[in-house]
């Protein structure tokens, strides 16, 4: 069956859908009259863990009051989505004006559903004042979500999942890379014990990886299923151009046409950060001031590092004695190249010091247009290999990662 035909298919199904509402009848034991229930989703910022905070300034899609411990909340959606279902003081003025407000995350459709909560404290704050005991996703488990296809299979994903997810996050929050609160015990780790972490974190990464791709293989008609894959292809220049393409036909048949729709629109702009692209040039500019293209100071024989940084950056630095460790490692057969993103020269080379034993360049803020638009530089540090022909052959954000994939290079 054609990826055309699998499509259509799927959108005369949403047709149907589109000619009925979503209706949720819900239950909160122990709670007040003083409660309001609220529904907030946004297409383009879906979360499948823990709160997505870009939707703070969103106008609810609905509300309702608590009533007697129930609750009726109706409303329409264009397609199935993540939407959170949001439990707040009905005297706020809105529900981040509430610091106690709580949350459960579902696959939103237009559908019948059920949410039971027999104690909304069990589950977790909108706004993180605390450091939890348990994984966001382990505390939504304390509602029960039901009612809808795409809901049930997404429950389906959450039980697949949660367990890898949960030991995950509590690494994490160890490094303290959640959006929790980390405490003084947290941040002051000797280095020894974070550069452990963080390989344990690595690990089990990659396990969730591993159960998110066999998910997404065995229900690519699952709508978690192909925002579980739009997921990975957020990271540039970690996935390859048969990547993009099996995705387009993979999902020809997804629950979420419009999702699907918007894939394929956006096709041209992944094409630009595929693995194996010939890097873009930059224009820099050197420690003693002189203007450098980045094209001059890559090496045609040795493999690249280039390491976008900046001086305020504090995970840039903590970064850089790991980084000058895999220099010294393979020196004479890697090239490492900083590349500062600071606004300020003055404070960029106040910020060198002897232990950055690589080239040192800044772009200025006139000429930074290439580094989002054709290296997709979200955050920092970002490092990217680059081979001796100028193909960029992987990006991370993650040091050690780094080395471990230097090492799998230099042992082919």
């Not at 039971?116 to 069990?122: E, F, G, L, S």
């Not at 890898?164 to 002051?188: C, I, K, M, P, Y």
């Not at 638009?373 to 993650?398: H, M, Q």
Request: aromatic content about 10%; charged content about 25%; hydrophobic content about 40%.
């Amino acid at each position: 069956m054609t990826r055309l035909m699998l499509f259509f298919m799927a959108l005369l199904i949403s047709c149907a859908a589109e000619c009925r509402d979503f209706n949720i009848k819900g239950s909160v034991g122990s709670v007040a009259d003083s409660m309001k229930v609220v529904i907030c989703y946004d297409i383009d910022v879906p979360e499948y863990y823990g709160f997505n905070r870009l939707l703070l300034g969103k106008q609810p899609l609905a509300e309702a009051l608590v009533k007697d411990g129930t609750f009726e909340i109706s409303g329409h959606v264009d397609g199935p989505a993540l939407a959170y279902i949001i439990f707040c003081d009905a005297r706020a003025a809105s529900f981040f004006n509430d610091r106690d407000a709580r949350y459960v995350t579902v696959m939103l459709d237009n559908a019948d559903m059920s949410v039971v909560v027999d104690d909304v404290t069990r589950l977790p704050r909108v706004m993180n004042y605390d450091e939890p005991e348990v994984s966001p996703m382990m505390s939504e488990t304390a509602a029960v979500v039901s009612g809808g296809t795409e809901q049930n299979r997404y429950n389906e994903w959450r039980d697949a999942v949660m367990a890898a997810e949960d030991r995950l996050w509590h690494t994490e929050s160890l490094l303290g890379a959640t959006n929790h609160v980390v405490s003084n015990d947290a941040v002051e780790r000797p280095q020894s014990e974070l550069d452990s972490l963080k390989v344990i974190a690595s690990e089990q990464r990659k396990t969730v990886e591993r159960i998110n791709d066999d998910f997404i293989n065995a229900h690519p008609e699952y709508a978690i299923s192909l925002i579980l894959q739009l997921k990975k292809l957020e990271y540039p220049y970690c996935y390859t151009k048969d990547m993009l393409e099996s995705t387009a036909d993979k999902f020809a048949g997804n629950a979420d046409t419009l999702r699907y729709k918007r894939f394929l629109a956006d096709m041209p702009r992944y094409m630009k950060f595929v693995k194996g692209r010939h890097f873009a040039d930059l224009r820099m500019v050197s420690t003693s001031g002189e203007d450098v293209n980045l094209e001059s100071v890559l090496s045609r024989d040795k493999v690249n590092i280039v390491d976008f940084w900046a001086s305020w950056c504090g995970p840039c630095r903590a970064g850089m004695p790991r980084l000058r460790d895999i220099k010294d490692k393979y020196e004479g057969r890697i090239n490492v190249i900083g590349v500062s993103l600071d606004d300020d020269g003055d404070k960029w080379l106040t910020a060198l010091d002897d232990m950055m034993t690589w080239k040192q360049f800044r772009v200025r803020t006139e000429n930074a247009g290439p580094v989002d638009s054709e290296y997709g530089v979200a955050d920092i540090p970002s490092y990217f290999i680059i081979s001796p022909t100028g193909e960029v052959i992987y990006k991370s954000s993650n040091i050690i990662e780094v080395g471990r994939k230097l090492e799998s290079i230099m042992n082919d």
